[in-house]
Nanobody
């Protein structure tokens, strides 16, 4: 059974940090590009960051550049999103997505809530 399970969400004050994790199972994790998206209440989901299968290339949305860092551990089948200097507008449900390189196969996690609040 294919699963992507996110964890690490929570509530922090502005300026705080959180590290999200996304663990994959039931598929060959190391052959999948990992991406993160977020969805704010009443809004469509938007791209946050992505990392290639070997971790050699990363991309970030302008809104998170310099604050968020993406990484992955293919042995542990886990992707990570380190979020620093969090802002109120980072509040959202964060989803990880695994996309098969060169295929149309993709999987979504269930999402984890991140709340930045005073």
């Amino acid at each position: 059974q294919v699963q992507l399970v996110e964890s690490g969400g929570g509530t922090v004050q502005p300026g705080g940090s959180l590290k999200l994790a996304c663990v994959g199972s039931g598929f060959t994790f190391r052959y999948y590009v990992m991406k993160w998206y977020r969805q704010r209440p009443g809004k469509e989901g938007v791209y946050v960051a992505g990392i290639t299968i070997d971790g050699g290339r990363k991309s970030y949305a302008e809104s998170v550049k310099g604050r968020f860092t993406l990484s992955r551990d293919n042995v542990r089948k886990t992707g990570y999103l380190q979020m620093n200097a969090l802002k109120l507008e980072d509040t959202a449900v964060y989803y990880c997505r695994a996309e098969g390189q060169g295929s149309n196969t993709a999987y979504w996690g269930q999402g984890t809530q991140v709340t930045v609040s005073t």
